[in-house]
């Protein structure tokens, strides 16, 4: 039995400004959307060129406080090849941003980008 990996789902405060980070710092598109007005949500997918991955944002209309993401969350992980411009592109759009680091023993091969919404995202060195 094989299984394999379809999407990640997170719930989302601001659909336009998480659209626009997703979009504008990360390079995602949108593949597909789906509103349900009557149950007041809408939920989009967003992925990378190679699109065999999405990201799922749920969008609950009008949400009265910040969602908690929780002490068991951790962070998605993308993947670049030029990680220094990344980062420095990431830190001109005003975002949240960690310093370069490695794992111990290791030279810097990531850091952190947060989301609108809080959740981290690592960028990773393509090897």
């Given at each position: 039995?094989?299984?394999?990996?379809?999407?990640?789902?997170?719930?989302?405060?601001?659909?336009?400004?998480?659209?626009?980070?997703?979009?504008?710092?990360?390079?995602?598109?949108?593949?597909?959307?789906?509103?349900?007005?009557?149950?007041?949500?809408?939920?989009?997918?967003?992925?990378?060129?190679?699109?065999?991955?999405?990201?799922?944002?749920?969008?609950?209309?009008?949400?009265?406080?910040?969602?908690?993401?929780?002490?068991?969350y951790s962070h998605l992980a993308m993947s670049v090849?030029?990680?220094?411009?990344?980062?420095?592109k990431h830190l001109e759009m005003g975002y949240e941003?960690?310093?370069?680091?490695?794992?111990?023993?290791?030279?810097?091969?990531?850091?952190?980008?947060?989301?609108?919404?809080?959740?981290?995202?690592?960028i990773i060195r393509a090897k």
């Open positions: 039995m094989e299984y394999k990996f379809l999407h990640t789902c997170i719930r989302v405060m601001d659909l336009e400004k998480s659209l626009k980070f997703y979009k504008e710092a990360l390079g995602l598109v949108e593949t597909r959307r789906k509103d349900f007005p009557e149950d007041e949500f809408t939920l989009v997918y967003l992925s990378d060129a190679d699109g065999k991955f999405e990201l799922e944002l749920t969008y609950n209309y009008n949400p009265e406080k910040p969602y908690v993401i929780g002490d068991g090849k030029d990680l220094e411009s990344s980062r420095q941003v960690t310093e370069l680091s490695g794992l111990p023993g290791d030279p810097p091969k990531f850091y952190f980008v947060t989301d609108p919404d809080g959740y981290d995202i690592e």
